[in-house]
């Protein structure tokens, strides 16, 4: 098939372009271009590119600012404003633009359609376009049909293919290095093939990688899986809301454990020892939250509900965890009494450790709750003040949590940073007005916090 490609044995790199320079544009175009690609970015937003362009990174992914800067220097990747230039400079395109939910719940699909309007009237050559971004599945089908219909003057050959993304923000240039699948949803040969030589340097361990110490320059172990477009598009949807699933099930568990008297932790681990089962996503606490998970269980449930299959168990799945925020202020209600006028440390911001993201982040809710209630909210976060303040300006924010937990009247913990598992709690416990910490991640330990003095609440742990 490589010589129906006319590649003759040869090492091949494609030229190819990312419309759409979000998390997952920027991560896939960086790690296309350290692979050995020449890649070209491009994205509506003019700022965002001068700043690229200026050798600044708009959002916070742990090395993607090196990534970034060794393509450069190898002159492997560029950006432009200019949609039309990235579409004619490329072999392959990867469409990498937002599908927010609408009110409905559905994936609104506007910028996809966009792209392949533009796509289809810029195009001059055969173009590969590659969907990256999650959409619902069938939505290669209505591709496939916009590019037909609006590029039929040109004539040129276009080939839709479905390839989601598995990354996970924060770890998501070792993700996209060491990918334990590589789906590929395509409707001919000619397409797998041309996807399998865009990801034949990760699938073959060919580069270097210059960060991770070289470790991640590719997964040989990785699933290459063809499969139809409708299927990759499924398998997307279908794998984040099984893992969304497990972690509203960990939380249904834990609320059981309070009742009964029993330990999450204890149980979720002996769960998870059940290679059946798996240990991750079985982590109780304040919820699931983020750009992916939320949507992408409501678009699949109105899927569902589109074609008539009643997805119950989902709908459970997001009723869950929509009551983790109801319960967690429970508990803060149940200690503080009265909430006004109290002093707050909110320890964590972004939803989830090692990221500066704050979309649908469950501590956003917590501090919006809060304030709402007159309390004096103080918010510690590594990464994410800076997007905070501009939703929030009436909070106070420090860098370091002894200054939110100053004469601070509770802490409470939303986000699992490293650097609120390092706190001193017998520091802390000297500098607070009141000796009480509500814990939504279950990240310390029960028995040492109130052995410190703490009055101590958390998810699932008996007390
Ligand atoms: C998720 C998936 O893990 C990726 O595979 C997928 O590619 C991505 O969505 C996407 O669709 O783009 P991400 O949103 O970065 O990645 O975050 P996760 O690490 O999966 O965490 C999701 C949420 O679940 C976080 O709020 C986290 O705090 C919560 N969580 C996770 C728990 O509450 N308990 C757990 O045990 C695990």
Redesign the pocket.
């Known amino acids: 098939m490589r010589d129906a490609l006319g590649l003759n044995g040869a090492e091949v790199f494609l030229r190819i372009s990312v419309i759409g320079c979000g998390y ?1 544009g920027l991560v896939t175009g960086a790690c296309l271009s350290e692979a050995g690609h020449q890649v070209i970015c491009t994205d509506i937003d003019a700022a965002r590119i001068a700043q690229l362009q200026a050798g600044e990174v708009p959002i916070y992914e742990e090395h993607l600012g090196e990534l970034l800067d060794s393509c450069r220097r190898a002159q492997r990747i560029s950006f432009t404003a200019d949609a039309a230039e990235a579409i004619r400079a490329s072999d392959a395109i990867f469409i990498c633009v937002g599908t927010p939910p609408k009110e409905s719940g559905a994936a609104d699909l506007s910028a996809i359609d966009h792209v392949a309007r533009q796509i289809a009237r810029e195009a001059r050559t055969p173009k590969l376009v590659v969907e990256k971004s ?1 959409v619902p599945a069938r939505t290669g089908i209505e591709l496939s049909r916009a590019l037909k219909a609006y590029g039929k003057d040109s004539g040129v050959q276009f080939r839709v293919a479905s390839n989601p ?6 770890t998501a240039i070792l993700d996209f290095f060491h990918p334990d699948r590589i789906v590929v949803g395509v409707e001919d040969e000619i397409a797998a093939e041309q996807l399998r030589e865009i990801y034949r340097p990760i699938l073959e361990r060919k580069f270097h990688c210059p960060v991770h110490d070289g470790k991640c320059g590719g997964n040989p172990q990785a699933t290459f899986l063809v499969t139809t477009i409708n299927s990759a598009e499924l398998i997307k949807h279908a ?2 809301s099984f ?1 969304a699933l497990k ?1 509203s099930y ?1 939380n249904v568990i834990a609320d059981l454990c309070e009742k009964i008297g029993a330990d999450v932790e204890e149980v979720t681990r002996a769960m998870g020892l059940d290679p059946r089962i798996g240990a ?4 109780a ?1 304040l ?4 750009f ?2 939320p949507k ?1 269980i409501q678009a699949f449930i109105h899927l569902a509900d589109s074609v008539g299959v009643d997805f119950e168990m989902l709908k459970a799945t997001e009723r869950v965890n929509k009551q983790r925020l109801d319960r967690f202020l429970d508990k803060v209600h149940k200690a503080l009494w009265v909430v006004k006028g109290k002093k707050i440390a909110v320890l964590g911001l972004a ?2 450790a090692n990221t500066d993201d704050i979309r649908f982040a469950p501590a956003l809710e917590v501090v919006s709750r809060l304030l709402a209630e007159g309390a004096e909210v103080r918010a510690c976060d590594p990464q994410a003040i800076a997007r905070t303040r501009a939703q929030f300006p009436q909070v106070s924010y420090h860098e370091d949590p002894y200054e939110a937990l100053l004469d601070a009247d509770a802490a409470l913990l939303c986000t699992e940073w490293d650097l609120f598992r390092t706190i001193d709690w017998a520091r802390a416990a000297k500098i607070m007005a009141r000796q009480l910490v509500i814990d939504g991640r279950n990240l310390y330990a029960p028995a040492k916090m109130r052995e410190l003095g703490f009055e101590y609440h958390c998810f699932g742990r008996a007390e």
């Open positions: 997952v999650t993304e598995f990354l996970r923000e924060g794998s984040n893992l972690i960990a991750p996503f079985l982590k606490g919820g699931f939250g983020g992916c998970f992408d939803f989830k």
